[in-house]
């Protein structure tokens, strides 16, 4: 009984936290007259696409998701690959320096992103890259703590593997991408939806990065937008990040199972 | 045993892409970053050698002792809440439950986390209004007193907190989950045969085992928590008046507004101090309290 009442609060509990994400794409459905009516109308009488057809009138949605969606693959692929590689020297291979160079790295995990931000906008716009997208990737290749992250992965696997490959005469490129990543996919997983979602959602280095409509992401959009609208009709904008939310929530319904262990294990391993 | 020197070359090849990156995106710009706090520039002009001018403005210019305070109260409000928050839906999910119910409870706990701020922001400004939002609308009509929730200089914060809630606490719970999960049920038996009940098998056995867990759950809360940014710029721009700037807000505007690049460095600096005084101190308290 006294669970029964503890679930009953854990769903209520819940209820109100999803209550949000409702209200937002009831309103996106609303017909602009109907919309922010109180108190608020949680089935939309008649639903409407209308909103959803005028996000494009005012912003590049389909541009700004496609920069998002770039920026997001070449940041997950780039920072997989020099940290898988680094990760396989660090565990694997023995050369002078390698503890000290690995020390130095590990400790920059304290350095916050915001600090190396005045110098990098003044070498981008030294360089013209700011207002491209290539400032925001091409920083986010090294990922320290991918390499933290990896190295550990790596260490679980047992040596004798590689040692085999070895004495088959196997270079190692080969091991590495023949023996070790297929073994690690769990964590090179993990890994890559936390990088993922991390730079799909990023806002504060395109924010600084990004000024033209057309270069931007999708979450410096989205309030630009909003920016745009000033005191228009507001429903356009939840239409727009109704567009943002819903596929990551669908991604997050059928690789459910996959996200949960990616902010667990990224977590623990740490 | 191989012969060790075969693997110089291709040691230094595999880190080669890495550390290059590294020390152009990391360490340079730490280095730089350094430098750039003993000049006074504004991007244009010829940078001009101000010594520790900048470093004396800090401490005399009030809004940034106003932001640092902000940018604590935001932290530490936000590891007490989270923890123990994120610790009570943990051991709330951990039970016997269906599994429909399981499955529910935590999809609509973690979900927000994987929204971007600048949606969750948006989400709740609107949320938040005065005129139409919902929340002043069932807050009254629940009889509840409710005000201008981000125009309020007593409020503006606290409710960033809580929305701060809204997107994060499903993180801390779902690694709390996993720490729990991890807590041998032989431990939990053993504790019952000697008769320990419920409160004094959370003390003694569950909390000694996550405590690893948690630990890290404090650290990694903490030093977001001081990065804190997005629902600032987003929903308040700092205001009304200072009440909710953050730090880096601050270097934000210092930086890429009105373009005092060598205050902005000096600002960068002080969060980075902050966060690895705070970072160590938690470690060195550990000793104390983290089972290893």
Do not use: C
């Not at chain 1, 007259?33 to 409407?48: K, R």
């Amino acid at each position: 009984m006294k669970g029964r009442l503890l679930d009953l609060v854990l769903v209520l509990g819940g209820l109100l936290m999803i209550a949000p994400l409702v209200w937002l794409i009831v309103t996106a459905l609303a017909e602009p007259i109907n919309a922010f009516q109180l108190p608020p109308q949680w089935i939309p009488q008649p639903p409407s696409l209308q909103n959803f057809q005028q996000v494009p009138d005012l912003i590049p949605f389909a541009r700004m998701a496609w920069n998002s969606l770039q920026i997001a693959v070449l940041t997950t692929a780039g920072a997989l690959l020099t940290s898988a590689l680094a990760a396989y020297a660090f565990s694997r291979l023995r050369f002078p320096g390698r503890d000290q160079i690995f020390s130095v790295l590990l400790a920059a995990l304290v350095v916050p992103v915001q600090l190396t931000v005045v110098p990098i906008f003044i070498m981008m716009r030294w360089l013209h890259l700011t207002d491209t997208t290539v400032a925001i990737w091409l920083p986010a290749l090294v990922n320290v703590f991918g390499i933290f992250f990896l190295r550990q992965y790596i260490a679980s696997i047992p040596r004798e593997l590689d040692e085999a490959a070895i004495m088959d005469g196997a270079g190692h490129f080969w091991i590495l991408f023949r023996v070790i990543l297929p073994l690690a996919r769990p964590g090179l997983t993990a890994l890559g939806i936390f990088v993922f979602e991390a730079s799909w959602n990023n806002f504060f280095w395109p924010y600084i990065f990004l000024s033209s409509p057309e270069k931007m992401t999708l979450p410096v959009g989205l309030v630009s937008l909003q920016g745009a609208i000033g005191g228009g009709p507001a429903v356009v904008l939840f239409a727009a990040i109704t567009l943002v939310v819903l596929p990551i929530l669908v991604l997050f319904l059928i690789f459910q199972r996959s996200f949960i262990a990616s902010i667990a294990t990224t977590g623990l391993r740490a | 045993m191989k012969p060790q020197r075969r693997d110089w070359l291709p040691g230094y090849l595999f880190i080669s892409p890495a550390v290059l990156l590294f020390v152009v995106f990391v360490a340079g710009p730490l280095v730089a970053a350094f430098g750039l706090s003993l000049f006074h520039w504004d991007l244009l002009s010829t940078p001009e050698f101000a010594g520790l001018d900048n470093f004396h403005q800090l401490v005399t210019d009030s809004a940034t002792i106003r932001a640092v305070v902000n940018t604590f109260v935001f932290a530490i409000a936000s590891v007490v809440t989270h923890i123990g928050i994120g610790m009570l839906l943990a051991l709330g999910v951990h039970r016997t439950m269906t599994r429909g119910t399981k499955y529910f409870v935590r999809t609509a706990y973690f979900f927000p986390f994987l929204v971007s701020w600048a949606a969750v922001a948006l989400i709740w400004k609107y949320a938040l209004d005065p005129t139409f939002g919902l929340v002043t609308h069932y807050l009254s009509s629940v009889g509840l007193p409710t005000t201008n929730w981000l125009a309020s200089p007593t409020w503006a914060l606290p409710t960033l907190i809580v929305v701060d809630w809204w997107h994060t606490i499903g993180y801390t719970f779902i690694i709390l989950l996993a720490g729990l999960q991890t807590v041998p049920a032989q431990l939990h038996e053993a504790a019952r045969v000697d008769g320990a009940n419920a409160w004094w098998r959370f003390w003694s056995v569950t909390l000694p085992v996550m405590s690893p867990t948690i630990f890290f759950a404090t650290v990694i809360t903490f030093i977001g928590a001081f990065q804190i940014f997005d629902p600032m710029v987003i929903m308040t721009q700092g205001g009304p008046d200072g009440a909710t700037r953050s730090i880096v807000q601050y270097t934000y505007e210092k930086g890429f507004q009105s373009f005092e690049v060598g205050y902005a460095a000096a600002l960068s600096l002080v969060l980075f101090v902050v966060i690895m005084l705070v970072t160590g101190l938690q470690f060195r308290l550990s000793r104390r309290w983290v089972h290893s």
